[in-house]
């Protein structure tokens, strides 16, 4: 079966740096997404990543390793705003997006 | 461009009965998707549909069903409602091809009573 893995929630203090991995087993890829979602809100794009490397968007950045079916979001310069669910979604060989069940990030002053 | 448009955005239904939500996409995207959302479930894919097409299908029993029209606007129907059908419905819009990222609408929240 298909299947995304990822922390059901993670603490970080304002200022700092937190890493958030995903793991996948799907089948095929066409690549891998992460959303951000605020408390009662619509998930909002965040990342694509289709190839491996690093790809940096201003305080966040997103990794992807093919090879070993993983992803990270790394989010830079914490700020209490980024209190959210972030979900890691894979495409896979259907085009159909597999959906993790979201990680909880909490900042704390 | 406007944003995805979900209407109604709250419904309280019974048991039993039917319910249908709407979903207007962003100007140019022929792809919509539908995810339910639920607390301890995360986002679950119903299905998604591209010019008028059902192009992918989620597990979800056959009382939940969809359409597309010309303009890309989707319909979702749910029909004999049950208390475990209470969440989010959220619909998506994207491209349908490169690149893929979805946009979400604000979501509808059905509470069946």
């Known amino acids: 079966g298909q299947n995304i893995d990822q922390p059901t929630e993670m603490t970080a203090t304002e200022g700092a740096i937190v890493q958030i991995n995903c793991t996948y087993q799907t089948s095929g890829f066409n690549g891998l997404f992460w959303y951000q979602q605020h408390a009662g809100e619509a998930p909002t794009f965040l990342s694509y990543n289709v190839l491996d490397g690093l790809e940096e968007k201003g305080r966040f950045s997103s990794f992807l390793s093919r090879s070993k079916g993983y992803s990270y979001l790394l989010l830079k310069e914490l700020q209490m705003k980024d209190s959210a669910s972030y979900l890691c979604?894979?495409?896979?060989?259907?085009?159909?997006?597999?959906w993790g069940a979201g990680t909880k990030l909490i900042i704390k002053p | 461009k406007a944003g995805v448009t979900q209407t109604p955005r709250y419904l309280i239904k019974t048991r039993g009965q039917q319910v249908t939500l709407s979903c207007s996409p962003i100007?140019?995207?022929?792809?919509v998707s539908w995810y339910q959302q639920t607390p301890g479930q995360g986002l679950q894919f119903l299905f998604e549909y591209f010019s008028e097409t059902q192009r992918n299908k989620g597990n979800f029993p056959g009382r939940f069903s969809g359409r597309q029209f010309s303009n890309s606007r989707s319909e979702m129907n749910v029909s004999t409602l049950e208390l475990g059908d209470s969440a989010l419905y959220l619909c998506?819009?994207?491209?349908?091809?490169?690149?893929?990222?979805?946009?979400f609408g604000p979501g509808t929240r059905l509470t069946v009573t």
């Open positions: 100007s140019g995207h022929r792809s």
């Open positions: 979604a894979v495409m896979d060989s259907n085009y159909q997006l597999i």
């Open positions: 998506a819009s994207s491209q349908g091809q490169e690149p893929y990222e979805q946009y």
